[in-house]
């Protein structure tokens, strides 16, 4: 085989290398964790001193915890007496379909649970907001689930 052979299998290597690289670059799905990203994004000021608020009240201590059947939710003690409402978000990065919003009110241990089954493994990242004696309270955190 000469050098004349050896380059051109060399050059066509080459383009069926980048074009493999086109299509699986065509393949990949770059969607935005949320819609109405930007307006969100306005309002963050508000989630700081919400997140304030229960830290002033609260340690890091985790508010949401997974056992053998329930998703729970646990809320500090002294929010519970006055509570107005309160929404839980959980985002799974990787499946968006699997995404939950729900609205909450807990019992008077202030626990909520939410049935196991209703999510599949993997990490979700939990937003959970609630309105108690005039303050706004608001926890992010990332939550592991297994089956």
């Not at 989630?47 to 229960?54: F, G, P, R, V, W």
């Not at 998703?71 to 929404?87: E, M």
């Amino acid at each position: 085989m000469n050098w004349g052979h050896k380059i051109t299998i060399v050059i066509a290597l080459f383009i069926i290398a980048m074009l493999s690289m086109v299509y699986l670059a065509f393949q990949q799905t770059n969607e935005m964790v949320e819609t109405n990203y930007y307006d969100k994004e306005l309002k963050y000021q508000l989630k700081i001193d919400a997140a304030e608020n229960l830290n002033s009240i609260s340690s890091n201590e985790v508010l949401v915890a997974q056992n053998e059947k329930y998703v729970q939710v646990s809320l500090p003690k002294n929010t519970i007496k006055s509570f107005a409402r309160g929404s839980i978000e959980f985002y799974k990065s990787d499946d968006k379909s699997k995404d939950k919003n729900l609205s909450f009110e807990p019992d008077s241990n202030g626990v909520f649970r939410i049935d196991g089954k209703e999510f599949v493994s993997g990490l979700y990242k939990v937003r959970l907001q609630w309105q108690s004696n005039d303050k706004s309270y608001y926890r992010e955190q990332d939550l592991m689930v297994q089956k």
